[in-house]
Antibody, heavy 124, light 109 residues
Framework: QVQLQESGPGLVKPSGTLSLTCAVS?????????WSWVRQPPGKGLEWIGE???????NYNPSLKSRVTISVDKSKNQFSLKLSSVTAADTAVYYC?????????????????WGQGTLVTVSS | EIVLTQSPGTLSLSPGERATLSCRAS???????LAWYQQKPGQAPRLLIY???SRATGIPDRFSGSGSGTDFTLTISRLEPEDFAVYYC??????????FGQGTKLEIK
């Protein structure tokens, strides 16, 4: 069973770059699946940030595309998120997630499992 | 981008009652691409329903999904105490981005 764990600084200064890593265990990041980042501002709803395939192919939310980079490190079985030029509006719990797999087939259309999430606060 | 609008914003019911949650899309969504999640405080979302009507692994059969086109429904047949949470619909079709509804809070009456 795949498990995901986010890590990274909990506090980032305005105009800085948010950097998070998602460690994958119980499975290979090189499997036939996409790996995503989703965020949730405190008390608000969910926003999909983007996704990556082990080949390095990416898809990003157009609303964040100019500031987002998602990368994969197959040697460490992990993937990462960088969000530049952050403001207070980027304060959120950041989740990593992957596509739901059933009966040997994985679907990038919906997300399961998820990591536990990590709160990143943008403040000076 | 497809916008998903959920209603009601808050639903107050008692254990044992039936809950009906709605998700309306700004344009037609293939039912294959519509999902529902449950989120409890301090926890990550959990996938309940995918493909509009298929239950994810381990999800009790009191949860069911239906709908097509622009109107989708999540039904919980008999509410258990652990079902009180926030529910989100989500779509991700042939092109990004994936989008989520704003959520429905199901609270104990």
């Amino acid at each position: 069973q795949v498990q995901l764990q986010e890590s990274g600084p909990g506090l980032v200064k305005p105009s800085g770059t948010l950097s998070l890593t998602c460690a994958v265990s119980g499975g290979s990041i090189s499997s036939s699946n996409w790996w995503s980042w989703v965020r949730q501002p405190p008390g608000k709803g969910l926003e999909w940030i983007g996704e990556i395939y082990h080949s390095g192919s990416t898809n990003y939310n157009p609303s964040l595309k100019s500031r987002v980079t998602i990368s994969v490190d197959k040697s460490k079985n992990q993937f990462s998120l960088k969000l530049s030029s952050v403001t207070a509006a980027d304060t959120a719990v950041y989740y990593c997630a992957t596509g739901y797999c059933t009966n040997g087939v994985c679907y990038s259309n919906w997300f399961d499992p998820w990591g536990q999430g990590t709160l990143v606060t943008v403040s000076s | 981008e497809i916008v998903l609008t959920q209603s009601p914003g808050t639903l107050s019911l008692s254990p044992g009652e039936r809950a009906t949650l709605s998700c309306r899309a700004s344009q037609s969504v293939s039912s294959s691409y519509l999902a529902w999640y449950q989120q409890k405080p301090g926890q990550a979302p959990r996938l309940l329903i995918y493909g509009a009507s298929s239950r994810a692994t381990g999800i009790p059969d009191r949860f069911s999904g239906s709908g097509s086109g622009t109107d989708f429904t999540l039904t919980i047949s008999r509410l258990e105490p652990e079902d009180f949470a926030v529910y989100y619909c989500q779509q991700y079709g042939s092109s990004p981005p994936a989008t989520f509804g704003q959520g429905t809070k199901l609270e104990i009456k």
